[in-house]
């Protein structure tokens, strides 16, 4: 199992002078199923392209195993790949797309015969196997690239957004079906993907990159409860997550334009204050809380997002149902434990805790912090 | 009658094609069948109308053996100028598809011959080819070989007509197979790299059937211009020596305005344009069956 390890050693990516990836490491071990998260032109595909040997490093080493497979064609380093437009032969029929690489690999003809079947059955294609790709609809294009990858058994698994082609209900699907597939057959699948929705949902670890660096590397929980930096709290969760400047108040730092209530300690004037649109609770304006004025609100069946102005800055928050609010002045509260500080530099403030607002129940002291995440 | 909005529509369709229908009949259709119908008569002399013959023109024709030289010697060029083109456009396509330096220069240097005019082009091989101050003959003898008359020489004259001819085709032809090339994703190389496949090996399974009907377009081009263009046997050859170069069209042309045999040359072109009509629909029929259209 040994030989599905990867990893990569300050690996680095030129453009000319421009570095796409600079300096990345990383380990994944076997059975992993990780995922390279980041917006476009972030350096993840790249990444992915590196360790699969379509491009070359311009420097750093990427090891498989015991092997230091940086400078080996792709043929050689044992994995195979999904690719996001699918790359089937169009001339080929399902059956011969999926052994291709059987035949390049010589494989004697009735093995091929008996995998085929095997991987067939695995992703429901039997019956399409003498159909060409044109005759197949995007999700079972989609199975064909995944028996290809399949049947070549080998251990490793590298995904370049892969459900991207597809329509929404088709990709929870496909999301399943993935994620099933790679923990039956215990598949080491490292998958790039720009929506935090499949990386929450299918990730045992995320990679979250930015700017061609890792920005937090952890398990989904860690992301969405403890984001390293403002870029990881307003890219994970939907709607991100509330990102307000702090300025010095009487007491400690307040939102910037509603001067009445400290929400931190005067350590973090300067920085921004995160909180998470379902973390607010909204108040009818007798209660205590932040003061805040309503300007809209979506109704969208099982919940609703509250559009709200705290000072100068909009804020959303997420309701279960249909509020029975009109419009006007509210007020907001939400629990220490849930609000986030970060640095004016955008990094995670671990050294100061967010004050509790008053007419909180009870003042509950933080959990610890749990794992390390921060690079 | 009222006109309906439907016939309306009809008569302006009908109109659009007009013009484009008036030009091919007059220049195309009408001409081909005044040849059919002057195949089948003898003209009359001194004023006489023309007398038909039926088929006699034909079996006059196919007794005559300097047409059946002609014809062979039609199947040879064909024969050894199609394949050679074709194989040296698509190899020339495949090389500067490549990443190298200069690509944009080395494709217009493999497209200029296309650019030439024929007589232009067959006047600079004329002095390649010419027996005591030509280039190839001067490169022979800077190698202690004696030379060849290229053109002079019967046995060798055709071949010689030939490689012009292929130098001259495949520029064009690589255009066909360049942008054919460039329509074939990148990802497809990629996924069968990933898979050891090996160059040779992603070009017969993938590049070439990818390529099939770009061939197939190339192939009948190919064909009708082995038929259609014999500019450069004015320059180079004139047909000689004794036919050993004449090819069918310029045959016919020899009938026509050197011999001014009309009613040959118009048999001779029926019988070309039957040929042609067979070898395209077998082509089609055959080929495009086994030809994957994206």
Same mark, same amino acid.
């Given at each position: $199992? ?95 797309? /999926? ?38 609809? #995007? ?171 705290? @000072? ?25 434990? &849930? ?37 | $009658? ?25 220049? %195309?259709?009408?001409? !081909? +069948? ?9 003209? #009359? ?25 002609? %014809? ?29 330096? #200069? ?11 296309? +650019? ?20 190839? &003959? ?20 055709? @071949?010689?007509?030939?490689? $012009? ?54 192939? /009948?081009?190919?064909?009708? &211009? ?12 004139? @047909? #000689? ?27 001779? !072109? ?25």
């Amino acid at each position: $199992m040994s030989q599905s390890r990867i990893r990569l050693e300050r690996v680095t990516k030129r453009w000319g002078a421009t570095a796409a990836v600079d300096e990345i490491s990383f380990e994944v071990t076997p059975g992993q199923f990780v995922i390279l998260l980041g917006p476009s032109g972030c350096g993840k595909s790249t990444t992915l392209r590196m360790i699969a040997g379509l491009e070359e490093a311009s420097s750093g080493q990427i090891h498989i195993g015991e092997r230091d497979v940086t400078r080996l064609p792709p043929g050689d380093r044992g994995l195979s790949m999904v690719f996001q437009s699918y790359a089937l032969f169009p001339h080929l029929s399902v059956a011969d797309n /999926i052994v291709f690489g059987l035949r390049s690999r010589k494989v004697p003809k009735a093995e091929q015969r008996e995998r085929l079947a095997k991987v067939a059955e695995l992703v429901d294609l039997t019956d399409y196997l003498n159909r060409k790709p044109a005759q197949l609809s #995007g999700g079972q294009r989609q199975r064909v690239a995944l028996a290809r990858s399949i049947i070549s058994e080998h251990p490793i698994c590298l995904m370049d957004e892969p459900l991207s082609n597809l329509d929404a209900r088709l990709r929870s699907d496909m999301r399943r079906e993935i994620k099933a597939l790679q923990s039956r057959l215990n598949m080491t699948v490292i998958y790039v993907t720009h929506d935090q929705v499949e990386a929450m949902s299918m990730g045992d670890r995320v990679i979250l990159m930015q700017h061609g660096r890792i920005v937090q590397d952890g398990s989904p929980d860690e992301l969405y409860n403890q984001p390293a930096s403002a870029f990881a709290a307003s890219f994970i969760g939907s709607p991100a997550m509330n990102l307000l400047p702090l300025v010095k108040g009487d007491q400690g730092a307040v939102i910037d334009g509603e001067p009445t209530t400290t929400v931190a300690p005067l350590e973090a004037v300067g920085g921004q204050l995160g909180i998470r649109p379902e973390d607010i609770e909204l108040r009818p304006a007798s209660k205590p809380g932040v003061l805040a004025t309503v300007l809209s609100e979506e109704y969208l069946g099982a919940d609703t997002i509250v559009h709200v102005a705290v @000072g100068a800055h909009s804020l959303r928050v997420r309701i279960n149902g249909k509020p029975a609010l009109t419009d006007g002045t509210c007020r907001l509260y939400w629990a220490p434990e &849930n609000a986030h500080l970060f640095a004016n530099n955008g990094l995670r403030l671990d050294s100061v805790l967010p004050s509790a607002l008053p007419g909180s129940p009870r003042v509950v002291s933080r959990p610890p912090a749990v794992g390390s995440f921060q690079h | $009658m009222a006109l309906t909005a439907h016939h309306k529509m009809q008569m302006y369709g009908a109109l659009l094609l007009l013009p484009a229908a008036v030009l091919l009949a007059t220049f %195309a259709y009408l001409p !081909t +069948i005044t040849t059919v119908i002057q195949s089948l008569f003898l003209p #009359g002399f001194r004023g006489a109308p023309p007398e038909f013959v039926g088929l006699e023109n034909y079996r006059f024709l196919f007794d005559d053996a300097k047409f059946w030289k002609v %014809a062979r010697n039609n199947l040879i060029y064909a024969l050894g100028t199609i394949p050679a083109s074709i194989a040296l456009a698509l190899g020339m396509a495949l090389f500067v598809n490549g990443k190298l330096p #200069g690509r944009g220069l080395v494709r217009m240097a493999y497209f200029t011959p296309t +650019i030439l005019p024929m007589i232009a082009a067959a006047n600079i091989w004329m002095f390649f080819y010419a027996p005591q101050i030509g280039l190839f &003959n001067k490169l022979l003898g800077a190698l202690g070989f004696s030379g060849v008359n290229w053109l002079g020489d019967p046995s060798v004259a055709l @071949g010689s007509v030939m490689v $012009m001819s292929v130098w001259k085709e495949a520029g064009f032809f690589m255009i066909f197979y360049l942008a054919a090339l460039q329509g074939i994703p990148p990802e497809l190389k990629e996924a069968s790299d990933l898979e050891g496949t090996s160059r040779w090996s992603f070009f017969w399974r993938v590049t070439f059937p990818l390529l099939m009907p770009t061939t197939l377009f190339v192939l /009948i081009n190919a064909l009708i &211009n082995a038929v259609r263009v014999v500019d450069h046997l004015f320059i180079l050859t004139k @047909g #000689g020596p004794n036919n050993a170069t004449n090819l069918l069209l310029y045959y016919v042309y020899e009938n026509a305005f050197s011999f001014f045999d009309r009613t040959t040359a118009a048999t001779i !072109t029926v019988v070309i344009l039957l040929v042609l009509a067979v070898v395209a629909t077998l082509k089609f029929t055959v080929l495009d069956r086994r030809t994957h259209y994206q």
